[in-house]
């Protein structure tokens, strides 16, 4: 899914492959690019749901305004994967319903 061969903006060249992980699931990424990005190259499409009904959302907005992209990364609910840059051995799981606002698991919940 990913565009290698841009008309304008030319050859995608020269980007680092590193491997995050959606769940346990290896997937391959250049390093920099939005988690997003990395996850629908790789064919997913489903990155939380909602806490009412459980519907899948995905990328929505992609510049950060919404929060349909959230996912749990390196343990930290609640984050925008359409800003966040990929990095190797990045750990990414889909999230279900709502998660704790601004608890970071290494801060021991303060």
């Known amino acids: 899914m990913r565009v290698l061969h841009h008309p304008v903006l ?3 060249t020269g980007q680092k492959t590193v491997t995050i992980y959606y ?3 290896p997937v391959e990424a250049f390093e920099g690019e939005p988690v997003a990005a990395a ?3 790789a064919g997913i499409r489903v990155f939380r749901k909602t806490a009412k009904r459980r519907e899948p959302r995905s990328v929505f907005c992609a510049i950060g305004r919404c929060t349909d992209c959230m996912m ?3 343990g930290i609910p609640n984050t925008r994967t359409c800003v966040t840059a990929v990095r190797d051995g990045m750990r990414v799981q889909l999230q ?3 998660a704790p606002v601004g608890i970071a698991p290494e801060a021991g919940g303060r």
């Open 10 to 12: 030319g050859d995608l």
């Open 23 to 25: 769940g346990e699931e």
């Open 39 to 41: 996850l629908l190259n």
């Open 72 to 74: 749990i990364v390196d």
């Open 96 to 98: 279900d319903g709502l």
